[in-house]
């Protein structure tokens, strides 16, 4: 596949206090599951979808995520054709150092009108702290969701225990409704629109120069009152790996593809 016109961001600047005393020491998007660091399965599934450029947002121990990935990360898998070299994937990151900056993380919507001048008109956003094994990010959805001259795309899962009420409704004709049962909850992975973060949506000054905390929730329900946001529920492999127990019971747990 040619690359994308698009990039994407990976959320990574949080805290996880509801980690510790794992991320005590450890940035939640670089702790283990199944063999490798969260944020590099988002990493190898773009690279898979012919996704060539990420933008970072760090902020606690960020050096860490940047001395793990660097500039550049590679997907290499084995090529069709017998006894030939390794086919290589690559794509190249970007940071939008938040904790250097400001010294803390400015939250969703405030990261990513921070990063903005790094990423396009149009993106997808996930958090580096998801595990969605099987999730495919393809120029499909991107065509898809650029030709609804919607604001934004979210992929909504069946609620967790951890979050029983949901978060947002979804009508029959795939739309986001801020209350409309069922409620399902936000899997964090979605295509976006630059105009989301702007007025009259978003207040944070363009580039987000003074470091304004803002949460993207907010945003997407004053989007979706004007039926600016579309939705569709993902119903494979999914979890939010928020807590040790969650993040044991992840690693414990063979894939089903084994």
């Known amino acids: 596949m040619n690359a994308a016109p698009v990039k994407a961001m990976i959320m990574a600047a949080g805290r996880g206090e509801r980690m510790r005393p ?121 065509d898809d969701f650029i030709a609804s001259g919607k604001l934004a795309h979210l992929w909504l899962v069946p609620n967790p225990e951890h979050n029983p009420k949901g978060d947002f409704g979804l009508s029959p004709d795939g739309l986001a409704l801020n209350d409309a049962p069922p409620k399902y909850t936000y899997s964090t992975i979605g295509l976006y629109r630059a105009a989301l973060f702007a007025p009259p949506f978003c207040s944070v000054p363009a580039g987000n120069p003074q470091g304004v905390k803002a949460a993207l929730a907010p945003l997407l329900r004053a989007a979706m009152d004007q039926s600016q946001v579309s939705a569709e529920l993902y119903l494979v492999a999914w979890t939010d790996v928020g807590t040790p127990q969650r993040l044991a019971e992840l690693n414990a747990t063979k894939p089903p593809s084994q």
């Open 22 to 142: 794992l991320t005590d020491s450890t940035p939640k998007p670089l702790l283990t599951v199944r063999g490798k660091p969260l944020m590099q399965w988002h990493l190898e599934a773009l690279a898979r979808g012919g996704f060539r450029q990420v933008v970072v947002n760090t902020a606690w121990l960020g050096e860490q995520i940047v001395d793990k990935f660097g500039s550049t990360f590679a997907l290499s898998r084995p090529s069709l054709l017998p006894g030939s070299l390794l086919n290589s994937e690559q794509l190249t990151i970007a940071y939008s150092h938040e904790g250097r900056d400001f010294g803390e993380a400015l939250e969703t919507a405030g990261g990513i009108v921070r990063a903005l001048p790094l990423l396009g008109d149009v993106f997808w956003l996930m958090a580096g702290d998801i595990h969605a094994p099987d999730f495919r990010f393809t120029q499909a959805a991107v």
